[in-house]
């Protein structure tokens, strides 16, 4: 079994910084792409960040120069670091991980998301 388990979000004002943690846990081998997802009440999910297989990091248009994602392999743990938050950046965040398990098996998993409020 795998687990993804976020934390880190919360609320706060705009203009403020959070940042969003998730470690990868179980039966691991190897891990592909990893990345952050959110969805805003009525809308569709959407990428807010992510590394690809090859390790490039992809950013939506929105989130760029105010974002980081970085990632501790070691750890198997994904962070976003996010700055200058603004309100259309209320939403719930999903970490998503791509993982290669025992049975030469690939999983797409999902975490149970983090609420972040961004107050005006």
């Known amino acids: 079994q795998v687990q993804l388990v976020e934390s880190g979000g919360g609320l706060v004002q705009a203009g403020g910084s959070l940042r969003l943690s998730c470690a990868a846990s179980?039966?691991?081998?190897?891990?592909?792409?990893m990345g952050w997802y959110r969805q805003a009440p009525g809308k569709q999910r959407e990428l807010v960040a992510g590394f690809t297989s090859s390790g490039v990091t992809n950013y939506a248009d929105s989130v760029k120069g105010r974002f980081t994602i970085s990632r501790d392999n070691a750890k198997n743990t994904v962070y976003l670091q996010m700055s200058s938050l603004k309100p259309d950046d209320t939403a719930v965040y999903y970490c998503?991980?791509?993982?290669?398990?025992?049975?030469?098996?690939?999983?797409?998993?999902w975490g149970q998301g983090t609420p972040v409020t961004v107050s005006s």
């Open positions: 179980g039966s691991i081998i190897s891990i592909n792409a």
């Open positions: 998503n991980a791509f993982i290669s398990v025992p049975g030469n098996t690939w999983q797409n998993h």
